[in-house]
C-alpha cells in the first residue's frame, strides 16, 4: 500500500476507534487463551489490539501499522489504560518483520481491501503464523443501501474509483 485514501486524519481515527474486540472481532474471542501471542495488522488507534491485550494477560499482542502517524496515540491509550503486554510499531503487511511461526493468532480487520496486493499479504499472515495457529481477517463484503441514492451511487463510485488507481 503507497497511499492510505482514507488516511489517518483526527476524524478517521475517532471513526476507527470505536471499534473492539466484540464489535469487530467479535468470532475470535472463542479462540483466545490468556498465553497466546497475537499480532493485529492495521492496528490504527489501537482500540481492538488493546482489547486483544486484555484478553491474553499471560501473553503479548503487538500492534503494526504501515505508518507511524496512528501510533502514539494507540501507545498512549494502553498506558492510560495501564495495558502492559502490548508494543505498537510500523510494519507493512507485505513485509512483516517477524520471523516464521511467531504468533498464535495474526488478525486484520479492513485492510485487505486497502492494499495492492492481499493475497500476498495473507501469505506474510500465514508464515508468521504458528503450525495450529488462526489467522483471521474481517473486511467489508460490499456495499448496499434501499431505497436507491444518487449521493451514495456517486460516493461508491469515487471510492471504487480510488482504489482501482491505487493498484
Not at 16 to 37: D, E, G, Q, V
Not at 62 to 67: H, L, Q
Not at 140 to 151: F, I, Q, R
Amino acid at each position: 500500500m503507497a497511499v492510505y485514501t482514507t488516511d489517518h486524519s483526527p476524524s478517521v481515527i475517532q471513526t476507527h476507534s470505536w471499534r473492539t474486540l466484540s464489535n469487530s472481532a467479535a468470532y475470535l474471542i472463542p479462540h483466545i487463551r490468556p498465553h497466546m501471542t497475537i499480532l493485529d495488522i492495521g492496528c490504527g488507534p489501537g482500540s481492538i489490539t488493546i482489547d486483544l491485550a486484555k484478553h491474553v494477560p499471560q501473553g503479548q499482542v503487538t500492534g503494526v501499522d504501515y505508518v507511524s502517524d496512528p501510533l502514539p496515540s494507540a501507545r498512549n491509550l494502553a498506558s492510560e489504560q495501564n495495558i502492559t503486554n502490548i508494543t505498537f510499531q510500523q510494519a507493512d503487511i507485505h513485509a512483516l518483520p517477524f520471523e516464521d511461526d511467531s504468533f498464535d493468532i495474526v488478525h486484520v480487520h479492513q485492510v485487505l481491501q486497502h492494499i495492492a496486493d492481499p493475497v500476498h499479504a495473507l501469505c506474510e499472515m500465514k508464515r508468521v503464523c504458528k503450525k495450529g495457529g488462526i489467522v483471521a481477517a474481517r473486511e467489508s463484503a460490499g456495499m448496499s443501501w434501499y431505497p436507491p441514492n444518487e449521493g451514495l451511487e456517486k460516493w461508491k463510485d469515487i471510492t471504487e474509483n480510488m482504489a482501482r488507481a491505487k493498484v
